[in-house]
């Protein structure tokens, strides 16, 4: 009998981390994982160990403090890969490898030069391996979709026979269809005579935009995993999205019938630490966690809302931690009245973290009427993103106008204390401030590629959000500001550009993506 339980495997912390210009640091991927921890995710794919020191020490540091779900790490089907894997996920109370080869034609013929016989002697060792350092392997052959369904139903019988736990089924490239997907699993079910010692998996990129309808039409078929990412941010257009597939099982449960474990309120605070972190833009209107997602505008439909919410509303927005409130705090309102708000908003804080927010809440409150829950959120997310930035913005001054060269005078506080001081001229104050941060720390080759402001609420006395996207020596890199002021919000966030630049340099060199990687070696 199938369980009616859906695992859900979180991959942002490694396909996610795969888009480009998502790289984390240690510090910011422990806080994501404990995020994820607290939303309930049943499996963390915390890396790929081998990948570079940093993802090892990033896989190491979250199998050590993170409690509660599976801890995995990636590995290609070969003995280094495997062994560092295994190091990796050994601190954790339950650390899992996930160990992948290609089986289709195109992969086997052009990337890895490998006849059929040989993915099956490589999946089976790789596994057997494996299984030298944990109980619980994930076997996947990578590009599934595209692979002979005889080939794959053998694969499959051969790892789980060598003792892979969970088989996952990717559509690497995103070209499935959710009809044809879901008549392969049910292929796979009645084919492969030891299918029923796996947890069946699916993986899906969302190159056609299908990467949930392909992952539920699995679950249709008896996928009890699903691997997804907040945003469902990864390679290309990204991987199923996790609070897109968690909601429509939940809302849909006549249909599905199915459970997850997530605490589908953290839904809303997970998805803004992770574009906070990344500087991934969620778009407006994205399903679940879109600033549109809830917001009806037709005069129609706020009418029918006043009348019935379920005239126009088929999920609660508190059910994804998005609270409906009509209060707005002050300058009077006190210590325990933010920490209420903060709690109603999704968000768990220690009283440390509070006491810094509290006082950058009233710094706010000198310079806005209300505040509201935006503002909040901007508040907690700029006071609690931790990472060790290598330059701080010590004192800015700009001078603009109609008659005059725009210029800045920025003074940068490097980590070491020392600090630097510079003066230049731009097409205005933002660019001015560009140059002078540029030239303070060296980095010249920076292009920028976007720069966005936007209002965080409504109001005069709004927060402005600025968002910045450059280009450094092959690499993109964005983040985000926020502050009453745009020039300073302008000025902040690109300072975190310069600083995520300075961090993925002390790291690691410029990040590979796991497939550019993997034809590397097994060419
Ligand atoms: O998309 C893919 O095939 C992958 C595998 C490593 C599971 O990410
Ligand atoms: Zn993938």
Redesign the pocket.
Known sequence: MQSNRVIIFDTTLR?GEQSPGASMNTAEKLEVAQALADLRVDVIEAGFPIASPGDFEAVRAIAQQIVGPTIAG?ARCNKADIERAGDAIRPAERGRIHV?LATSAIHREFKLNMAKEEILRRSVEGVKLARTFTDDIEF?P??ASRTEPEFLAQVIEAVIGAGATTV?I?D?VGYATPDEFGDLFRYLFNQVPNIDRAVISV?C?NDLGLAVANSLAAVKAGARQVECTINGIG?RAGNCSLEEVVMALRTRHDHWGLETNVQTKRLHPTSRLVANTTGLHVQRNKAIVGQNAFAHEAGIHQDGMLKNRITYEIMHPEDVGLTRTELVLGKHSGRHALRQRVIDMGYSINEAELDMVFEEFKRLCDKKKEIFDADIEALIEKKLHVGTNAWELATLHTAAGSSCVPSATVTLKRSDGESFMKAEFGDGPVDAIFRAMESITGYRGVRLTDYQVRSVTGGQDAQGEVYVEVKHEGKVYRARSVSTDIVEASATAFLNVLNRIAAGQSQRPPAES?NQMAQKEDA
């Open positions: 396909d990636l992948f996947s990578e590009d996952n990717p690497t993986h990129h390679e796991t």
